[in-house]
């Protein structure tokens, strides 16, 4: 499940019970165990592509309306 924080990045929570804190070492929910799925990894991957690109475009425009 992605999530946007008060900023507006993606975060990643556990499909099953909304938790955004996982143990990296064995790829699980630290609150369910529930398994991070390749889909996750992609998902997240996707979101935090198009954040990037969104905020480089908001620079860019920002940077052209400066005088």
């Not at 369910?32 to 480089?56: D, M, P, W, Y």
Request: hydrophobic share 30%; glycine share 8%; aromatic share 8%.
């Amino acid at each position: 499940m992605i999530f946007h924080n008060p900023a507006g990045a993606p975060e990643l929570a556990c499909d099953q019970c909304g938790c955004r804190w996982f143990d990296r070492m064995t790829n699980t929910c630290y609150e369910c165990g529930a398994e991070v799925t390749t889909e996750n990894l992609t998902e997240i991957r996707q979101a935090l592509e198009q954040f990037e690109a969104r905020k480089q475009a908001q620079g860019n425009q920002t940077a052209g309306n400066q005088h």
